[in-house]
Every structure is written in C-alpha cells, then in structure tokens.
Nanobody, 127 residues
Framework: QVELVESGGGLVQGGDSLRLSCLAS????????FGWFRQAPGKEREFVAH????????YYADSVKGRFTISRDNAKRTVYLQMSRLKPDDTAVYYC????????????????????WGQGTQVTVSS
C-alpha cells in the first residue's frame, strides 16, 4: 500500500522560508515521479511543482518559479519542496502526490494523473 506523508508546514511571515517533506512508502521509490499541489480555501487544487523519477526534469507553476525548489533524496525516500520568499498568497494546504505509473511522462500539472496523495500539510503566510 502506497503511503505519502507530508510534514514541515507551519505559520510563517511573508518573506520567510519553509521546507516541506514528503516521505513515501509502500513501493519502490526511485522509479516514480512526484508532484506538489496546493489548495487554498474556496479554491481548486492547483499544481505547484513536479520532479521526474531521477530528478533530471523539474517543472514549476509560474506563480512559484524562482521561489520554490523541488528535490528528492532516493536514499531517504523523500521529496522536498523548499519554499523561499513566501507570500500570503502561498497560504494553502500543500499535498504531495505520485502517479501509479513508473517512469511517468504524462501531463504533470493535472491532478487526474496522480493516483496517490498525502493528507496534506498547512502552510500559512502572514503579511
């Protein structure tokens, strides 16, 4: 059974940094891509970042490009989202997700492409 567990959320001030972690278990880690999504109150879940199975390809939403960095540590079975220069608009529940297919090459920004999701971690940025 695949399980994704996010951690690292919290309350920070605008301009601060925060690092989210996603610990994966239940299947081989190194063959799968991961994505980070977020959902603010009253809004749809939106794509934030994606990393392919070996970390060679990284994709970001325009709203976070240059401020957020996605990375992975296969030995620790963990995916990270380093968030810098946080803004109040970044306030949301952040979710880690992974597709069911190995070596995924689909449409990385679509929630429907991801079969497994974590429970989410709250990030709140005050102004």
């Amino acid at each position: 059974q695949v399980e994704l567990v996010e951690s690292g959320g919290g309350l920070v001030q605008g301009g601060d940094s925060l690092r989210l972690s996603c610990l994966a278990s239940g299947r081989s880690f190194s063959m799968y891509s991961f994505g980070w999504f977020r959902q603010a109150p009253g809004k749809e879940r939106e794509f934030v970042a994606h990393i392919n199975f070996n970390g060679d390809y990284l994709y970001y939403a325009d709203s976070v490009k240059g401020r957020f960095t996605i990375s992975r540590d296969n030995a620790k079975r963990t995916v990270y989202l380093q968030m810098s220069r946080l803004k109040p608009d970044d306030t949301a529940v952040y979710y880690c997700a992974s597709p069911s297919r190995e070596y995924f090459s689909g449409t990385y920004y679509r929630t429907s492409e991801y079969s497994y999701w974590g429970q989410g971690t709250q990030v709140t940025v005050s102004s």
